[in-house]
């Protein structure tokens, strides 16, 4: 009979870890940001049908870098959360929290007990009556989860973009300003983003009940002129 | 109820009902009384749609009965179904509300999961099928009937459609009444049709059915002057959904009864 090599399980989770993060690290960035009336979500990416930011209820949006049908999957996953929950008891008992929680475990028992991690990290937001009330769920490809004020940051060179961001951002900015902001930190110094290569969505205190709203090509290219 | 975590061969898609059945959520499972028993339950009743020049209008009076009793005076029977399209129902009142949820329901669901809404005629083949799944029900007297009704974007024309009790789906031209007080109503409407009927026309024959329909049948509501409860009336064009408010509609059915007044003191003269 074959013995198995030990390996110590500080070695079999780093490795795991550097997996997933390599998976992670080749896709394109994605922010999220508080912005006066809401949050808004920016990503870099050049497809107009597998998009990376979705809905997932009146106020909560999802959002995912990595692997896109892994994501993808855990996003098809909040909606049939939500909406069950919202059938079997009311629209206003959906929230957020739980739902990352639900995500946070899935990814953590999946990183540790399955034979592939996810190489993903998503985001669920919520937008809510005022700034204070708005929340922002990081979630990474090993379950952990991390409850972010303000702005988010997710994928390959994060620490980059979000230093930039951080320098100009300012909660009480207006759409097109946030917009320019979150764009210029994720091209960088040395590229410009058009509109063709960019994902914005947002989810809007002043917009009734179903609060997520994706814009298109021309409507991105008026935010940046 | 926990929603699971789906493998690929056993994931229910898009469709709502079937993600309630996976879960044993089953909304029209009906355990069953025996043959002769039926169960008294409020029903509602009078509902229309008719198509005018922009679109359709949808309407419905607010009465509920149950029996001989009136059950309630203002249920909205009439609802918008997604931003372009609604549905209006008659039947067992309970049964039907909970329809009218799943069904929007549906439509948002299959919407965020898919990324585009389902067309129009998707929507009405999605409503046949609840009314089909409620068959059962149906049989001990627990039938539900809608109207469905929308602006279909792809057309650029609106559509309507009623059902039968076993989920048949007919598309009409142009109106369909159903319920209780459906006949006198769908007469009304016939003498009434113009083809591209202006939207105030098309308001003023629908109130007009609404108030001959409650004339003639018991469980139909007329406008309620002492309450202001008015029938609820809603167009829908290329611009959505769009309730008319309760002011429009008494000036309207106050214009109707002046004018039903004028021809009794024609008649006793």
Redesign the interface.
Same mark, same amino acid.
């Given at each position: 009979m074959n013995q198995p090599f030990y390996v110590a399980p500080e070695q079999l989770m780093k490795d795991r870890a550097d997996y997933a993060r390599k998976g992670i690290a080749r896709g394109r960035a994605l922010v999220a940001v508080q912005y006066v009336d809401g949050i808004l979500l920016v990503s870099e990416n050049t497809s107009n049908?597998l998009?990376k930011i979705?809905?997932?209820y009146d106020r909560i949006g999802f959002a995912g870098v990595g692997k896109y049908n892994e994501f993808d @999957?855990l996003r098809?996953?909040g909606?049939?959360?939500a909406?069950?929950r919202?059938? @079997?008891y009311s629209r206003d008992d959906v929230e957020a929290r739980s739902l990352a929680n639900e995500y946070a475990q899935?990814l953590g028992q999946t990183f540790t007990h399955d034979v592939k991690p996810y190489e993903v990290e998503i985001l669920l937001v919520e937008v809510g009556a005022d700034q204070n009330s708005d929340q922002l769920f990081h979630i990474m490809y090993d379950g952990t989860l991390m409850d972010e004020r303000g702005l988010s940051v997710l994928g390959g060179d994060a620490e980059a973009i979000g230093g930039r961001l951080r320098e100009t951002w300012l909660p009480g900015d207006v759409l097109d300003v946030a917009v320019r902001k979150c764009v210029a930190a994720l091209a960088g110094p040395d590229r410009t983003l058009q509109a063709d290569g960019l994902e914005v969505a947002i989810l809007s205190r002043s917009i009734e009940r179903?609060c997520f709203k994706r814009f298109d090509d021309q409507e991105i290219d008026a935010f940046l002129s | 109820?926990v929603?699971p %975590?789906f493998d690929v061969d056993n994931d229910?898609g898009s469709n %709502?009902t079937s +993600?309630?059945r996976k879960?044993g959520?089953d909304p029209f499972a009906v355990s069953s009384f025996g043959d002769s028993q039926q169960v008294l339950a409020p029903h509602a009743t009078t509902v229309l749609a008719v198509r005018y020049s922009d679109g359709v209008i949808m309407a419905g009076d607010r009465r509920a009965t149950m029996g001989n009793r009136i059950a309630n005076r203002e249920m909205e029977k009439v609802v918008p179904a997604d931003r372009h399209s609604g549905v209006a129902i008659s039947g067992t009142a309970g049964v039907a509300m909970d329809m009218i949820?799943?069904f929007q +329901?549906q439509l948002?669901?299959f919407e965020? +999961?898919d990324?585009r809404p389902i067309s129009l005629e998707g929507k009405a083949n999605q409503l046949s099928q609840l009314v089909r799944a409620n068959l059962a029900g149906a049989m001990q007297g627990l039938g539900v009937i809608p109207i469905f009704a929308g602006y279909d974007l792809l057309r650029n024309t609106g559509r309507l459609w009623d059902f039968d009790i076993t989920g048949g789906r007919y598309e009409e031209r142009e109106f369909v009444a159903t319920g209780s007080g459906g006949g006198p109503a769908s007469t009304v409407l016939k003498v009434g049709f113009r083809p591209n009927m202006s939207g105030d026309d098309a308001v003023d024959l629908a109130c007009r059915a609404l108030l001959e329909a409650a004339d003639v049948d018991s469980a139909t509501g007329g406008p309620d002057v002492l309450r202001s409860i008015y029938p609820v009336v809603a167009t829908i064009s290329v611009d959505g959904w769009e309730r008319r408010d309760d002011a429009d509609l008494a000036r309207r059915f106050e214009a109707l009864v002046l004018e039903q007044r004028q021809r009794q003191d024609g008649v006793s003269s």
């Open positions: 049908t998009r979705s809905e997932i @999957q098809r996953f909606v049939r959360n909406d069950v919202g059938y @079997q899935i179903r | 109820m929603v %975590f229910p %709502f +993600l309630l879960v959520l949820k799943i +329901l948002e669901h965020k +999961l990324g």
